[in-house]
């Protein structure tokens, strides 16, 4: 039986491990007014930075239609895959999961599992790496579509962001909410909850941010040694390098993923965002 994983352009993993593990991808897009982006394919994370500092108007985003989905499913089809297990972006979040689905029921025949990460950015990365490593290493569909759904109930990931402008202009700020109207310099400190923006604590300044993201980490998935751990930036290479120092130190992970916030996800963060993610034992 081939097994192969598809996801999407939000999953922000790095391009050596999409390349080494045959990862397919379906690009969200990015709109600066009338232009019109797909996500890692028209434009890179650096690119858009760039252009997110110049620009008049705030960038939107938008899924991938159903049609996308059903020209990457029938090419694997082509292929002689036999399985495809696609994996997405929370659906709290974006309606991806949604366009997956409605393109799984537009090809009856074919044996296609959507799977809802509850998860963003290099959180649903890392899930989807895992099924891919599970998919290479000769698992059934069964055991990857387990191993898709433990992970995600144990994975955690803690994030902070530069102002919360971003979440609440793009509708993303869920629970978060409460954090707007705060003093100046409260940085907030954020987590995902099936999918949901929530809010984890508020504290003053960086260097307390970055302590307080350590610390609801530990607090989270104990202070052993990690398996393998992941973190993730946006236009913030120094912030990202002092965070990889101390996880470092803390956990002595076997493993870590290190990736930059792309442009899709970048739109409602804001740059600035560093991000930890890390698996309960």
């Known amino acids: 039986?081939?097994?192969?994983?598809?996801?999407?352009?939000?999953?922000?993993?790095p391009g050596h491990l999409v390349e080494e593990y045959g990862i397919h991808i379906v690009p969200l897009k990015v709109h600066f007014g009338e232009e019109e982006y797909r996500?890692?394919?028209?434009?890179?994370?650096?690119?858009?930075?760039?252009?997110?500092?110049?620009?008049?108007?705030?960038?939107?985003?938008?899924?991938?239609?159903?049609g996308e989905f059903v020209e990457v499913y029938r090419n694997l089809l082509e292929q002689g895959v036999d399985t495809i297990i696609s994996i997405h972006i929370s659906a709290q979040l974006s309606?991806?999961?949604?366009?997956?689905?409605?393109?799984?029921?537009?090809?009856?025949?074919?044996?296609?599992?959507?799977?809802?990460?509850?998860?963003?950015?290099?959180v649903l990365g890392v899930l989807v790496l895992e099924?891919?490593?599970?998919?290479?290493?000769?698992k059934s569909k069964e055991e990857i579509l387990d191993l898709v759904r433990r992970l995600r109930e144990r994975i955690r990931v803690f994030f902070?962001?530069?102002?919360?402008?971003?979440?609440?202009?793009?509708?993303?700020?869920?629970?978060?909410?409460?954090?707007?109207?705060?003093?100046?310099?409260?940085?907030?400190?954020?987590t995902l909850e099936k999918g949901v923006i929530v809010?984890?604590?508020?504290?003053?300044?960086?260097?307390?941010?970055?302590?307080?993201?350590?610390?609801?980490?530990?607090?989270?998935?104990?202070?052993?040694?990690?398996?393998?751990?992941?973190?993730m930036h946006a236009a913030n290479p120094e912030g990202m390098a002092e965070l990889e120092e101390k996880a470092r130190e803390r956990w002595q992970p076997q493993e870590i993923i290190i990736s930059t916030v792309g442009p899709v996800i970048g739109t409602h963060v804001g740059p600035g965002t560093?991000?930890?993610?890390?698996?309960?034992?």
């Open 39 to 66: 996500d890692g394919v028209d434009i890179t994370a650096g690119e858009f930075y760039q252009k997110l500092q110049t620009s008049p108007v705030l960038p939107t985003t938008s899924q991938p239609s159903p």
């Open 160 to 190: 902070m962001v530069d102002t919360l402008e971003y979440l609440q202009k793009g509708g993303r700020i869920g629970k978060a909410q409460a954090f707007l109207g705060s003093m100046l310099n409260i940085k907030p400190i954020l």
């Open 199 to 231: 809010p984890a604590a508020k504290v003053r300044g960086r260097a307390k941010a970055m302590e307080q993201l350590l610390a609801k980490m530990e607090a989270a998935i104990g202070t052993g040694r990690q398996r393998l751990m992941a973190m």
């Open 131 to 138: 099924a891919a490593r599970a998919a290479r290493a000769g």
């Open 1 to 13: 039986m081939t097994i192969r994983i598809v996801c999407d352009s939000t999953a922000d993993l």
């Open 95 to 122: 309606g991806t999961h949604h366009s997956a689905e409605v393109a799984k029921a537009m090809l009856p025949e074919a044996d296609i599992e959507v799977i809802d990460s509850w998860q963003a950015s290099t």
């Open 274 to 281: 560093l991000a930890l993610i890390g698996i309960i034992p």
